[in-house]
């Protein structure tokens, strides 16, 4: 079973700074994708950013240039760096990591149970 924590998230005021961080622990063996989804409140979640393995990243085009990525596949820790907030960041932020259990499994998305940010105006 793997399981995978998010921690990080709180409130802040419109234009600062949050870190939020994850850590996937269990029987892993092979970490593929980690990245961070945000659900806001009446709306669909959204990928925020995601990252490879192999250390290609992705952002959503509400974050780019705002948001930055990082982490290490082999260690099974993501991190979201998130700088000048905006109100509408407002959300809860979940993490997923796409791993395989064993070498001959294949990979799945396990989810965090998210983590509330709060941006106000």
Do not use: H
């Not at 240039?65 to 990082?70: A, H, K, V």
């Not at 990591?97 to 965090?112: E, I, K």
Request: overall charge positive; hydrophobic content about 30%; proline content about 2%.
């Amino acid at each position: 079973q793997v399981r995978v924590v998010e921690s990080g998230g709180g409130s802040v005021q419109s234009g600062g700074s949050l870190r939020l961080s994850c850590a996937a622990s269990g029987s892993i063996f092979r970490t593929y994708v980690m990245a961070w989804y945000r659900q806001a409140a009446e709306k669909q979640r959204e990928l925020v950013a995601g990252m490879t393995s192999n250390g290609n990243t992705n952002y959503g085009d509400p974050v780019k240039g705002r948001f930055t990525i990082s982490g290490d596949s082999a260690k099974n820790t993501v991190y979201l760096q998130m700088n000048s907030l905006k109100p509408e960041d407002t959300a809860v932020y979940y993490c997923a990591m796409n791993v395989a259990t064993s070498q001959l499994s294949q990979s799945r998305t396990y989810w965090g149970q998210g983590t509330q940010v709060t941006v106000s105006s």
